[in-house]
C-alpha cells in the first residue's frame, strides 16, 4: 500500500490510499511530463491539506469557544429572568398566556363549529385581489389562534392562483388549519354546509356545532352582486346571513371582508354577544352604531374591501 497525493480535482479532500496496481495503472497512462506536472501539483496540495488542517482546528476551537459562551449566557439569561420574575410577577401570568395560546389549536377546542372559506373564485379575481383575499386569510388564522376555543377552520379549493399566492408565506402548511385543494363539498356533508351570504333572507341565530359555515372567498369590490347567494340557491345548499340589522344599525352596505365575518363568527362562538361583536369588529369608517343611538353617521359609498390590519404571528 502507497499514499498517493491527491488530485486538482480533490482539493479538499484527504488523501486517498490506492493499491500498488493502482498505482501502476495510473503511471503507465501518464506521460513524463505530465508526472512532472503532478508532482509540483501534489506538493501545493500537500501544503494546502496543511494549511487546510490548522484552518480546521481553529474553527473547532472557535465553535467549543461559542458553545461555551452561549452556555455562559444562558446562564447568565436564567438568572437574569429569575430576578424579573421577583421583581414583577406579571410575567409569570404573561408566560403562562404564552403558553395557553400554543395549546389552544383545534383539537383541543370546545368548539366544533366548523368556519370555510371557499377559494372557488379566482376567475374572478386580478392579482392584487387574490393577494388580498389571501391576506385576509392569513388574519382569520391569527384571530382562530388566539381565540380561547378556535373554531375548526378549513379552507377549501386551495390550487391554482389562490395555492400560488398563499405559497408566498413560508410554512403555511404547517398552521392549524384543514387546506384542501377540494372544494367544499368534496370535502363536507352537504347538508351540515351553510353559505353565509349578505343577500339571504335567513337569518344566523346561532353557531351550530357540527355545521359548517361558508365564507366566499371574494374580494371583488361587490362586481359580483348576490353571487354567492345565487350559488348557493343553484346547489341547493342551507344559506343564511349575519344578523346585523338585528343588533347594530349599519350605514354602509352589508356586505363584509371575509375576515370581518370569520371574526364575528369566532368571537360569538366564544361567547360574545352579537351586538358587542359587531360594534367591536367593525370599524368605525363602516358606521356602526348601538340600535337605540341617534347619532347621524355619514353615508360612506366607497365599498370597503380592506380590513383593519391585525397583526400576525
Ligand atoms: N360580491 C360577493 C360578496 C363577497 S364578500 C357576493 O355578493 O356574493 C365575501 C364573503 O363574505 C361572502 O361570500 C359571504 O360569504 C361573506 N359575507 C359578507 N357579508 C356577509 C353578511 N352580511 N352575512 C353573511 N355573510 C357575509
Given amino acids: 500500500m502507497e499514499t498517493v497525493a491527491v488530485t486538482v480535482s480533490e482539493t479538499n479532500c484527504v488523501p486517498i490510499e490506492k493499491s500498488d496496481s493502482d498505482v501502476l495503472n495510473s503511471n503507465n497512462l501518464t506521460s513524463n511530463a505530465e508526472n512532472v506536472a503532478s508532482k509540483a501539483d501534489s506538493t501545493s496540495e500537500v501544503k494546502k491539506s496543511k494549511n487546510q488542517m490548522k484552518r ?27 430576578k424579573r420574575r421577583l421583581e414583577d410577577p406579571s410575567i409569570d401570568s404573561l408566560h403562562s398566556l404564552r403558553k395557553k395560546l400554543k395549546d389552544s389549536t383545534m383539537a383541543n377546542s370546545n368548539c366544533h363549529v366548523g368556519l370555510v372559506i371557499d377559494l372557488s373564485f379566482d376567475d374572478l379575481m386580478d392579482e392584487k385581489s387574490m393577494a388580498s383575499c389571501v391576506k385576509q386569510i392569513l388574519r382569520c388564522y391569527s384571530i382562530n389562534r388566539r381565540a380561547a376555543n378556535p373554531v375548526q377552520f378549513y379552507v377549501t379549493g386551495l390550487s391554482g392562483k389562490s395555492l400560488t399566492e398563499m405559497s408566498k408565506h413560508n410554512g403555511y402548511m404547517n398552521w392549524d388549519v384543514n387546506f384542501h385543494k377540494e372544494q367544499f363539498l368534496d370535502v363536507l356533508d352537504k347538508e351540515k354546509v351553510v353559505y353565509l351570504t349578505s343577500d339571504s333572507e335567513n337569518i344566523i341565530e346561532n353557531f351550530d356545532d357540527g355545521k359548517f359555515y361558508v365564507i366566499g372567498g371574494l374580494v371583488d369590490h ?92
Wanted: net charge positive; charged share 35%; aromatic share 4%.
Fill in 56 to 82: 480546521e482546528a481553529k474553527n473547532a476551537k472557535r465553535l467549543e469557544n461559542k458553545a461555551e459562551r452561549r452556555a455562559i449566557e444562558r446562564e447568565k439569561n436564567k438568572i437574569k429572568r429569575a
Fill in 222 to 313: 361587490n362586481h359580483n352582486k348576490g353571487l354567492c347567494h345565487k350559488q348557493a340557491v343553484e346547489r341547493g345548499l342551507n344559506h343564511g346571513r349575519l344578523p346585523i340589522d338585528e343588533y347594530i344599525c349599519l350605514k354602509t352596505r352589508k356586505v363584509l371582508t371575509i375576515d370581518h365575518v370569520f371574526n364575528i363568527a369566532v368571537n360569538v362562538c366564544n361567547g360574545q354577544s352579537w351586538k358587542d361583536a359587531f360594534m367591536s369588529i367593525l370599524p368605525t369608517r363602516k358606521g356602526a352604531t348601538e340600535l337605540s343611538s341617534e347619532v347621524e353617521v355619514p353615508e360612506i359609498s366607497s365599498d370597503i374591501e380592506t380590513s383593519e390590519s391585525i397583526p400576525l404571528e
